[in-house]
């Protein structure tokens, strides 16, 4: 067992402590999570009013990508998606003509994460807006409000009070998915803190500093979203 001053040295934000570099880890994982979360509302969104609609097609194309992603684990679907797609991309160029890329780990972690993210986000919204009175649609559109206008001024505000509890979870939920990008050689908080303990052999250590980075992070978080929750349920019964 190190130390305390031995501890306060490996944690120390200049070399030789690896606190910095557990730092810069946290950092990309909210980098990483705040982009999947971005990628994953558009998705979601997208997805949970093309599951409303009247179209068939769509709506089975829809259904096949929640259920599928859904049903398999976060990890081979980050290894599959980021293997494979890059894969699909480079031989794509080459029947162009053009060179091969070489994807950026940033980009394909965020880019996999938020495909991932939209399925969930898919299922919350789609509850969410189902949850609206049919009567405030109903009188908005006997007002002549364009579909943009009816969405922005009526469904919008509506459904934010019924989707920020999942929404909530989805983006704790990505901050601890945000670790699996690992395995594709991306560094962030998980893998900053495997290459600090395996340096050290400090492992417990590191470890620890590494959960409470995380508790840090779902704290503030949990706070964000209660004064979000706060805003949103201005002039609502004040639930328990």
Not at 66 to 83: C, F
Not at 101 to 109: D, H, K, R, S, T
Request: hydrophobic fraction near 55%; glycine fraction near 10%.
């Amino acid at each position: 067992m190190a130390s305390f001053e031995n501890m306060v040295q490996l944690l120390s934000p200049y070399p030789p402590g690896w606190g910095g570099t557990l730092l810069t880890g946290a950092l990309s994982t909210l980098a990483i999570s705040a982009g999947a979360y971005v990628i994953g509302i558009v998705i979601g969104m997208a997805g949970a009013l093309g599951k409303l609609s009247n179209n068939r097609p769509l709506g089975f194309i829809l259904n096949l990508y929640t259920t599928l992603i859904r049903s398999i684990p976060e990890l081979i679907l980050i290894v599959g998606l980021y293997y494979a797609g890059t894969d699909g991309l480079n031989r794509l160029l080459v029947m162009a003509g053009l060179p091969p890329l070489e994807v950026n780990g940033f980009v394909a972690a965020v880019a996999v994460l938020g495909f991932v993210q939209g399925a969930y986000m898919t299922e919350v919204l789609r509850g969410a807006i189902l949850a609206i009175p049919n009567g405030q649609v109903e009188a908005a559109r006997a007002f002549g409000m364009s579909p943009l206008l009816r969405f922005r001024r009526v469904v919008l505000p509506a459904l934010l009070p019924n989707a920020l509890p999942g929404l909530s979870n989805l983006w704790l939920a990505v901050t601890k998915d945000s670790a699996l990008v690992a395995v594709v050689g991306y560094q962030e908080l998980a893998l900053a803190t495997r290459l600090a303990g395996a340096s050290t052999k400090q492992y417990f250590l590191f470890f620890m500093a590494a959960a409470l980075l995380y508790l840090a992070i779902t704290l503030v978080s949990n706070g964000v979203f209660r004064l979000i929750e706060r805003r949103v349920r201005r002039g609502q019964p004040v639930l328990a």
